[in-house]
């Protein structure tokens, strides 16, 4: 089974930055808000376009790619 892409980033929007997919929604604004507290359903109200599949799969994306290194530099 292949699995689900909720990220991605295209030059022609918002200059490359990384969005949900199929729309403009910045992931750094999904970030911002859970940094400020909103639950998934306060993201999910403030962008109702938005699942809740979605929003949790943004969140799940994120963790696998931080636990592969990739967004920061291991110390050696």
Not at 26 to 49: A, D, V
């Amino acid at each position: 089974m292949m699995k689900k892409i909720y990220i991605e980033s295209k030059p022609g929007v918002l200059a490359g930055t990384p969005v949900v997919v199929g729309t403009r929604i910045p992931i750094s604004r999904l970030l911002y808000l859970l940094s400020q507290g909103y639950t998934i359903g306060g993201i999910k109200e403030e962008y109702p376009q938005l699942t809740k599949r979605t929003i949790i799969g943004v969140i799940e994306t994120i963790a696998e790619e931080a636990e592969k290194g990739k967004f920061y530099q291991p110390i050696p």
